[in-house]
């Protein structure tokens, strides 16, 4: 556990992008510290936190963030069932990982990436409709 501004951070938990392996470590994290008030996911599974939250009345007070705009993460976005969406540009990621593998002489100021935080007052702002994901 850290703390920060007053807050604590608390330890991971490794879900493996399972979501049942998810809804059940949310749900025992959630008997331990029921005074949480966000989980921030990097991996994938989240319908089981969604699940567990819903479950135990959680979804309106605990803040649920993800990570990559996919369909499954846009539409629990759009259902109000995440909170926010940490996307990278993925096409400047494998740009930017492109020029650090054949450059001599790569700086972490080549390094940076940015991420977007979306919402769901702004996804439509950002171009990212539904058609942003269908391949050609």
Not at 42 to 68: D, P
Not at 83 to 105: C, G, I, Q, R, W
Not at 122 to 136: H, K, Q
């Amino acid at each position: 556990m850290r703390s920060a501004g007053g807050r604590f951070f608390l330890s991971n938990i490794i879900g493996y992008d399972d979501e049942k392996r998810n809804y059940k470590q949310v749900l025992k994290f959630l008997d331990e510290f029921s005074d949480l008030i966000g989980i921030y996911s990097v991996g994938g599974g989240h319908v089981g936190i969604v699940n567990a939250l819903a479950e135990r009345g959680l979804s309106k007070k605990v803040k649920l963030i993800v990570h990559n705009l996919t369909p499954d993460t846009r539409r629990l976005l759009l259902s109000d069932e995440v909170d926010f969406v940490l996307h990278p540009d993925m096409e400047k990621v494998a740009e930017k990982t492109l020029e650090v593998v054949t450059s001599a002489n790569a700086t972490s100021s080549q390094n940076y990436i940015p991420i977007e935080i979306i919402t769901k007052e702004n996804i439509e702002d950002r171009g990212l409709t539904p058609d942003y994901f269908e391949f050609p």
